[in-house]
């Protein structure tokens, strides 16, 4: 028989102690639908005794009919007090929540330390605090802080404390590497002797500070434990929590548990980019499972073997989480890296053709040069349309100008851009002058005004992002710089590359490009009679 998981998601509450990250109310309920669509079993919404933002997430979320169950966090009481009169353990009880996860101390130098007070009034705070939620009628979930630090340092006193939150009455007991630093052998170990001695269920709770929060995740399921608890992105304190885009593949694909539906799990790509959309923290690219480079194949190698049979380079199948493959074309390249990533834009083109040898020389040769196609998959795909097929340009750069002026009498008065342009439309001569806040915007300005006659949809596209890297630092002032333009439009986003030792020529190049990339894709129309444009300054025969 499948052995089930239970997956505790805490990106809303631990996943927020990470650094940088900060969630509204709103964004909480977002992510709280997306992780219920995905299938988890828990959803820790947060600390309604921390902060009026959790507070206000718990009221909404109440109108949701989820299938997870959302549940809030806290401490044990405070010390030489009563659960009853504790601030923390009211306001959960008052958030409406069915569960709760409590945290307390399980590690003896804490209570000494953190806490300031006896291993005996430790007992009784975590005693009092379940027992108070079970008398509200609620699940608990007892978190053993540093457990696995307690249990090396004094495990009969480790063991007393699970012990009085399994006399009190704890749903599940969730053995916590609070500081991150227990090794997987070392995790398996305690487990399987903590699963002998109790009767309720066990969950794991890791931290990722020497990069082991899945494995030991991991390793405490294989040890016995049922839930675990973790993060998506591995957002968290410090280092960060255990990732769930790892674990739950790696328990339901590779070793076999039951965690999520085959369904839901497809899901998991598109909830970990959503997610790290919100939390705005850019996603690694060779995140494990997720990431966008997961599938991802380079080398002339291995992509020939991929054409083959995709499991010669893939441990799975991306679609089963949602992922997929792509194919980089760079200096890395052989004919297959050409040959499939033509095939998938539609282009015939077969292996050994000779065309096919010269654009991979003309790839290479131009990243010697400091271009790089990875991430301009639109000036690539440029690139082999005009190798491959008679392409139609939309337009022919005749000239360009810049002028970059500051009013005089203004020494720190405001710079003004102004780009002029001249194009070949189809045998018609445009030439425009346009102003920007800079010299890319100038430039961008210029080329819609010319373009737009003739391709009103040019308006639905927009550049969404601009980023320059100096390629030769030595050369200071005279070096090269390679610009990458993203650009969107109603449903796609494209990315086009220009390189040169001036950042002007370099954008004007990537511009280009990204104008050419999108007017393929575009209808052209007739433009107004000549007259009229002539009469509106717009051309120039
Ligand atoms: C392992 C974990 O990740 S646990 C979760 C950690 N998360 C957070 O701390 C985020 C939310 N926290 C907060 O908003 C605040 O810290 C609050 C509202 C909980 C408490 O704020 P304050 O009352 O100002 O206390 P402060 O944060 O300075 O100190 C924590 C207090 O809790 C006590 N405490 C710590 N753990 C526990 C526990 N398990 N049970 C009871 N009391 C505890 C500490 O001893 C300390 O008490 P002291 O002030 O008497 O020394
Ligand atoms: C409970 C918790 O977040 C921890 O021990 O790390």
């Known amino acids: 028989m499948t052995t089930s998981i239970s997956i505790f998601d805490t990106t809303l509450r631990d996943g927020t102690q990470g650094e940088g990250i900060s969630l509204s109310a709103e964004d909480k309920l977002k992510i709280a639908l997306k992780l219920d669509a995905l299938g988890v079993h828990y959803i820790e919404g947060g600390n309604p005794g921390s902060n009026s933002k959790d507070i206000e997430f718990f009221q909404r979320i109440k109108q949701y009919n989820l299938s997870a169950k959302i549940t809030a966090f806290g401490s044990t009481r405070r010390k030489n007090s009563l659960a009853e009169h504790d601030t923390s353990l009211l306001r959960i009880a008052e958030s409406g929540v069915r569960a709760a996860t409590l945290v307390g101390k399980s590690w003896d130098f804490h209570v000494h330390t953190a806490l300031q007070t006896t291993l005996e009034e430790n007992l009784s705070m975590i005693y009092d605090s379940i027992a108070f939620l079970k008398r509200n009628h609620m699940e608990a979930l007892f978190d053993a802080e540093h457990f696995f630090d307690g249990y090396k340092n004094n495990p009969e006193y480790a063991l007393s404390v699970l012990r009085r939150a399994e006399e009190a009455g704890a749903d599940w007991i969730v053995l916590c590497d609070t500081n991150g630093g227990t090794m997987p052998t070392e995790i398996h170990d305690i487990v399987s002797v903590i699963r ?118 893939e441990h799975i199948q991306p679609e089963l989480i949602g992922n997929k493959q792509r194919i980089l074309v760079s200096e890395l390249a052989g004919q297959s890296n050409v040959i499939s990533k033509a095939q998938e834009l539609g282009l015939d083109v077969n292996a050994n053709n000779e065309k096919t040898k010269q654009i991979i020389d003309r790839i290479k040769d131009l990243e010697h040069q400091g271009y790089q196609f990875e991430g301009a998959d639109a000036s690539m795909e440029l690139l082999l349309r005009e190798a491959f097929t008679e392409m139609k340009e939309a337009f022919k750069v005749e000239s360009f100008k810049m002028l970059v002026d500051r009013d005089s009498g203004f020494e720190s008065g405001p710079m003004s851009s102004e780009a002029i342009v001249k194009l070949n439309v189809d045998g018609t001569y445009v030439y425009t002058a346009a102003e920007g806040n800079g010299p890319v915007n100038a430039l961008d300005n210029a080329l819609r005004k010319a373009l737009v006659q003739f391709y009103p949809k040019i308006e639905e596209f927009h550049l969404s992002d601009y980023k320059v890297r100096v390629l030769d630092e030595k050369g200071a002032t005279a070096a090269k710089v390679r610009v990458l333009i993203e650009s969107a439009g109603k449903n796609s986003t494209w990315s086009t590359v220009g390189v040169s030792s001036n950042v002007i020529e370099a954008s004007w190049e990537a511009l280009v490009d990204s104008f050419r990339y999108a007017l393929l894709h575009m209808d052209k129309v007739e433009p107004a009679p000549v007259e009229t444009l002539e009469r509106a300054g717009l051309v120039n025969q």
Do not use: W
């Not at 929060?213 to 304190?237: F, K």
């Not at 885009?245 to 998991?268: F, H, M, R, W």
């Open 196 to 313: 002998r001695e109790l009767r309720t269920n066990i969950g794991i709770h890791t931290h990722n500070d020497c990069e082991l929060a899945v494995a030991n995740s991991l390793a405490a399921v294989q040890a016995g434990a049922r839930q675990v608890q973790g993060t998506i992105n591995g957002y968290g304190e410090r280092c960060g929590n255990a990732n769930l885009c790892s674990i739950i593949p790696n328990l339901q694909l590779k070793l076999g548990y039951e965690v999520l539906a085959a369904d839901q799990i497809k899901t998991l790509t598109g909830t970990a980019r959503y997610i790290s959309e919100i939390a705005n923290v850019h996603m690694p690219v060779g995140q494990a499972y997720v990431g966008n480079a997961a599938f991802a194949h380079k080398g002339g190698i291995h992509v020939s073997a991929i054409m083959k049979d995709s499991k010669t380079y």
